[in-house]
């Protein structure tokens, strides 16, 4: 990771087979500053690695695919 980089994980709701978490990963992946993204279909977890990434960036991308992020995220 680059200095700056961080990463977080997020929560994704109502992903159920591997295409959910592949139009997650790349809704996500398109965002301005992300330089990773590992989506966790078992679990729901968005692992974002970046600079700069904000949450509601993430929920909105999120939101673009489909689906949801978790509340409290």
Known sequence: M????????YSVTGMSCGHCA??????VRALP??????VDL???????????VDVETVRIAVQAA???????V
Not at 2 to 9: C, L, N, V
Not at 22 to 27: F, G, I, K, N
Not at 42 to 52: D, K, R, T
Not at 66 to 72: D, I, K, P, T
């Open 2 to 9: 680059s200095e700056g980089a961080e990463q977080r994980t």
């Open 22 to 27: 592949q139009a997650v990963a790349a809704e």
């Open 33 to 38: 500053g992300v330089s990773g993204v590992d």
């Open 42 to 52: 078992a679990s729901g977890a968005l692992l974002v690695s970046g600079a700069n």
């Open 66 to 72: 489909g689906y949801g992020l978790a509340e409290g």
